[in-house]
């Protein structure tokens, strides 16, 4: 196995990874209606929006920066020595996508899979900051991912920097492994999601004074669940696409990845809905959308190199993470995540890595993903936080008092998704 | 507060990467233990920023 683009392809091989990537963003869309359907009825439309114009801004900005310190596929990086060993860390891409169409079919899929993992990127901590996250906030932070951070980590596991070359450099098996994104996407996001919340602050009456927190619950138990299947259609896709993409999966290894993916949910789905019926008399319908989607998030790391057995229990692992972890972070921690991102996509993708080094045969690779994981958090959480403190001073990310009372809907866009029925105020809470 | 956890990450890190660079590979156990020990710093860190977030929340609520 190896972390690099394979140089040639096959027709076949290209036709199913062209249409696999065709599907992805049917995740991209999963999640948008999980957002949209966890926040208020009041910022319904100002969410959907947002998510739209979050994509948007990710694709430009990835096009314009990102691309180019990403790098291409296996190509050229800007290296330095420690001990003798090379330390690729930086790509060095062409300027602007520059001679993209001359570029072997293999890049160009790497690329486009890169295109619609950073607007995934840039989505998650969207959900996070619903409810007081100002609209041209939300766009900052996603050209801030889609720009700078992303781009170090694709260039770091997918593009041949050194967290892909740690097998090859330190005997870690394969170097860090992370097939679909797990990491680059999910717990970059979550991360994300984790300094947004930190900058943002909770929403108005969350944390009463001397008080429990208050329960605002998801306004669209439809949109959630509808979205977690939306998203199942598009993570098949992901996994699928990733697995030959990046650990070089034979077509013939690609139904295992994809049952893989569908069990790694089903048994988070399960173990959630099991961990609420025993907490709370009867399950918990957005707790156990969370399940399934850290379901998927972990399949992201592992399901390429895995048996079904272990996949399932990957997802019965984090199905039972994340109804716990929901709640020490609100009731403990006092940190408002509407969606859970920082649960399902930080929690859910670490899981992942992790249980991706614990099933693997290779000696050694536990530790390749655990340094992966030092990297995620040890510099991709400080880094982003900083750049969000700094963007925070330029664009404000939290609503005025007053939008806030009004709903973001109204406020920012002039008029709400559901004229003709009553909203519900923050006096509904007190 | 915040800040302060946030900077105690990176050393975690360091200390994970210094252990690649220190033991060889066939030393896995004090490899893998020196690297754990760098993800415990950054857990250590973490903790902090989270209380510091949470005092933070405390003032700004009276």
């Given at each position: 196995m190896?972390?690099?683009?394979p140089?040639?392809?096959s027709?076949?091989t290209f036709?199913?990874?062209?249409?696999?990537?065709?599907?992805?963003p049917?995740?991209?869309?999963?999640?948008?209606l999980?957002?949209?359907g966890?926040g208020?009825s009041?910022?319904?439309?100002?969410?959907?929006?947002g998510?739209?114009?979050i994509?948007?801004v990710?694709?430009m900005?990835f096009?314009?920066?990102?691309?180019?310190?990403?790098?291409?596929?296996g190509g050229a990086?800007?290296?330095?020595q420690?001990s003798g060993k090379?330390?690729n860390w930086?790509g060095?891409g062409?300027?602007?996508l520059?001679?993209?169409?001359a570029?072997?079919?293999p890049?160009?899929?790497?690329?486009?899979f890169?295109?619609l993992a950073?607007?995934?990127a840039?989505?998650?901590?969207?959900?996070?900051?619903?409810?007081?996250?100002?609209?041209?906030?939300?766009?900052?932070v996603?050209?801030v991912l889609?720009?700078?951070?992303f781009?170090?980590?694709?260039?770091?596991?997918?593009?041949?920097g050194?967290?892909?070359?740690l097998?090859?450099n330190?005997?870690l098996?394969s170097?860090f492994?992370?097939p679909?994104g797990?990491?680059t996407i999910?717990v970059?996001?979550?991360l994300s999601?984790?300094a947004?919340?930190?900058?943002?602050?909770p929403?108005?009456?969350k944390?009463p004074?001397?008080?429990?927190a208050t329960?605002?619950?998801?306004?669209n138990?439809?949109?959630?669940?509808?979205g977690?299947?939306?998203?199942?259609?598009g993570?098949?896709a992901?996994?699928?696409?990733?697995a030959?993409?990046?650990?070089?999966?034979?077509l013939?290894a690609l139904?295992?990845?994809?049952?893989?993916?569908l069990?790694?949910a089903?048994?988070?789905?399960?173990?959630?809905?099991?961990?609420?019926?025993?907490?709370f008399g009867?399950?918990?319908?957005?707790?156990?959308?969370?399940g399934?989607?850290?379901?998927?998030?972990?399949s992201s790391?592992?399901?390429?190199v895995i048996?079904?057995?272990?996949a399932?229990?990957?997802?019965?692992?984090a199905?039972i993470?994340?109804?716990l972890?929901?709640e020490v972070?609100?009731?403990?921690v006092?940190?408002?995540?509407p969606s859970g991102?920082?649960?399902?996509?930080?929690?859910?993708g670490?899981?992942g890595?992790?249980?991706?080094?614990i099933f693997?045969?290779?000696?050694?690779?536990?530790?390749?993903?655990?340094?992966?994981?030092?990297?995620?958090?040890?510099?991709?959480?400080?880094l982003?936080?900083?750049l969000?403190?700094?963007?925070n001073?330029f664009?404000?990310?939290?609503?005025?008092?007053?939008?806030?009372?009004?709903?973001m809907?109204?406020?920012e866009?002039?008029?709400?998704a559901y004229?003709e029925f009553v909203?519900h105020?923050?006096?509904?809470?007190? | 507060?915040?800040f302060?956890?946030?900077?105690?990450m990176?050393?975690?890190?360091f200390?994970?990467?210094?252990?690649?660079?220190l033991f060889?590979?066939?030393?896995?156990?004090?490899?893998?233990?020196f690297?754990?020990?760098?993800l415990?710093?950054?857990?250590?860190?973490?903790v902090?920023?989270?209380?510091?977030h949470m005092?933070?929340q405390?003032?700004s609520s009276?």
């Amino acid at each position: 196995m190896t972390t690099n683009v394979p140089a040639v392809m096959s027709e076949a091989t290209f036709a199913l990874v062209l249409v696999s990537l065709l599907l992805a963003p049917l995740a991209i869309a999963g999640v948008a209606l999980i957002n949209a359907g966890l926040g208020r009825s009041r910022s319904a439309a100002q969410a959907l929006l947002g998510n739209l114009a979050i994509v948007a801004v990710a694709a430009m900005a990835f096009a314009l920066v990102g691309a180019t310190l990403a790098g291409p596929m296996g190509g050229a990086g800007h290296v330095f020595q420690v001990s003798g060993k090379p330390w690729n860390w930086l790509g060095t891409g062409p300027f602007l996508l520059n001679g993209l169409a001359a570029a072997p079919a293999p890049t160009q899929l790497g690329l486009l899979f890169e295109f619609l993992a950073v607007a995934m990127a840039a989505l998650i901590p969207w959900g996070s900051g619903a409810d007081r996250l100002r609209l041209t906030a939300g766009c900052a932070v996603a050209a801030v991912l889609s720009a700078i951070v992303f781009p170090l980590l694709t260039h770091w596991v997918w593009a041949g920097g050194w967290l892909s070359q740690l097998g090859v450099n330190f005997s870690l098996g394969s170097g860090f492994v992370d097939p679909a994104g797990a990491g680059t996407i999910h717990v970059l996001g979550g991360l994300s999601a984790l300094a947004v919340v930190w900058i943002t602050g909770p929403r108005r009456g969350k944390f009463p004074q001397g008080g429990i927190a208050t329960a605002m619950p998801g306004h669209n138990a439809v949109y959630i669940l509808f979205g977690c299947l939306l998203a199942l259609a598009g993570w098949l896709a992901f996994n699928v696409a990733g697995a030959v993409l990046w650990v070089r999966a034979p077509l013939s290894a690609l139904p295992v990845t994809a049952i893989n993916t569908l069990l790694s949910a089903s048994g988070a789905l399960a173990a959630t809905f099991a961990v609420t019926r025993v907490r709370f008399g009867k399950p918990d319908a957005s707790l156990c959308a969370n399940g399934w989607l850290a379901g998927l998030v972990a399949s992201s790391a592992c399901a390429a190199v895995i048996t079904p057995v272990e996949a399932l229990i990957v997802g019965i692992v984090a199905g039972i993470l994340t109804p716990l972890l929901v709640e020490v972070l609100e009731l403990a921690v006092s940190i408002d995540d509407p969606s859970g991102a920082i649960t399902v996509h930080a929690a859910g993708g670490l899981w992942g890595l992790v249980a991706a080094g614990i099933f693997a045969p290779q000696a050694g690779q536990l530790i390749a993903q655990l340094v992966g994981i030092a990297a995620l958090l040890g510099l991709v959480l400080p880094l982003t936080y900083l750049l969000f403190w700094i963007v925070n001073r330029f664009v404000p990310f939290r609503v005025d008092t007053d939008g806030e009372r009004i709903g973001m809907d109204l406020h920012e866009l002039g008029g709400g998704a559901y004229p003709e029925f009553v909203i519900h105020r923050d006096d509904s809470y007190r | 507060m915040k800040f302060a956890g946030l900077l105690v990450m990176p050393a975690g890190f360091f200390l994970s990467i210094a252990a690649l660079v220190l033991f060889p590979a066939s030393n896995a156990v004090a490899r893998g233990a020196f690297v754990l020990c760098g993800l415990a710093v950054e857990a250590l860190g973490l903790v902090v920023a989270v209380r510091g977030h949470m005092e933070a929340q405390g003032k700004s609520s009276q």
